[in-house]
């Protein structure tokens, strides 16, 4: 993670559940500018935002996640240190 990141930061990770991850792709490529990755691992298909200054993304095929009800995961970064 970028030092940026790491000092200023918190939110380090999302996933963000998609009905239809094809028609996402295009729309978060062109709204951020960012690249967006299609991947399948073990037949799972689900698409990375590029996160090469250390705050990332998914975007997760769950028609039943989209709701008022269900939203994001988010995953932060605590600096605290033991």
């Not at 998914?58 to 932060?76: E, F, I, M």
Request: hydrophobic share 45%; glycine share 8%.
């Amino acid at each position: 993670m970028s030092e940026l990141n790491n000092l200023h930061n918190r939110v380090v990770w999302f996933d963000m559940p998609m009905v239809d991850l094809d028609r996402a792709i295009g729309f978060y490529e062109r709204v951020l500018a960012v690249e967006v990755d299609k991947q399948c691992f073990d037949g799972f298909e689900f698409a990375t935002l590029a996160n090469a200054q250390g705050n990332g993304g998914c975007l997760v095929p769950n028609a039943d996640g989209v709701s008022t009800s269900q939203g994001n995961r988010l995953a932060l970064h605590s600096s605290i240190s033991a």
